[in-house]
């Protein structure tokens, strides 16, 4: 699947803060392992077949959440225009649309502009439909989608670990290609955001490896 379908299901933010979830966990047992363990007791097939189980078991309950979480925000913007439709007013009406649709951390519009704005949602939100959502087949496939990335974000660790028979060596160069994947990651990060691509692509790197070098004595 390209990038340009998987954005069809997700959003930028949300396809790489999965592909960064993924690459810290693996991370997380590359470094746990290569910090915690001694040389002689490194077993790369033993450790390639827990990083893989952990990252597809962790992308399968991250999809379960995403379903969670997409169901949930239906319906509770169906109570809320539940609660524009019974307001007493127009004015408290309006009210709610202001609070629910603060705008705050948007692009900064004239005063007038927001105004007109809220009142077509409100005028929208007179006549929307207020059943119980149900989850589409396009949020099946986007929990697919998730689960199966945080999967593939163990490969660059199972790699070396499943062709390098030194264990110690191997989970060097895994650390190294997933830190290095955690920079790309930080690259396309700002390529969304405008900001300065190698800049946030250094700092996703050292905010990933702090994050994993934290979880590590924690039990990470």
């Known amino acids: 699947m390209t990038v340009p379908s998987i954005r069809r299901y997700l959003d930028p933010s949300e396809t790489l803060l999965e592909v960064l979830f993924g690459l810290i966990m693996a991370l997380t047992i590359t470094v746990g392992a290569r910090l915690l363990s001694e040389r002689a007791d490194i077993v790369g097939v ?120 030194d264990g110690f060596v191997a989970l060097r160069v895994a650390n190294a290609l997933q830190v290095g994947l955690l920079f790309i990651v930080g690259y396309w990060w700002a390529h969304y955001s405008g900001s300065n691509r190698w800049v946030i692509g250094l700092a996703i790197a050292l905010l990933g490896t702090a994050l994993v070098l934290l979880a590590v004595p924690l039990g990470g």
């Open 46 to 165: 033993e450790l390639a077949l827990a990083l893989l189980g952990c990252n597809v078991a962790w992308g399968v309950i991250d999809g379960a959440f995403y379903l969670l979480g997409t169901r949930f925000n239906r319906n509770r913007r169906a109570q809320f225009v539940k609660r524009v439709q019974a307001a007493a007013n127009q004015a408290e009406a309006m009210e709610a649309v202001r609070d629910e649709f603060d705008l705050v951390g948007e692009p900064p519009m004239r005063p007038e502009d927001k105004a007109n704005l809220h009142a077509s949602l409100l005028q929208l939100f007179r006549h929307a439909g207020t059943g119980r959502a149900r989850l589409r087949s396009d949020d099946w496939i986007a929990a697919v989608l998730i689960a199966v990335l945080v999967s593939i974000t163990a490969l660059p660790g199972l790699i070396p670990l499943l062709l390098i028979q």
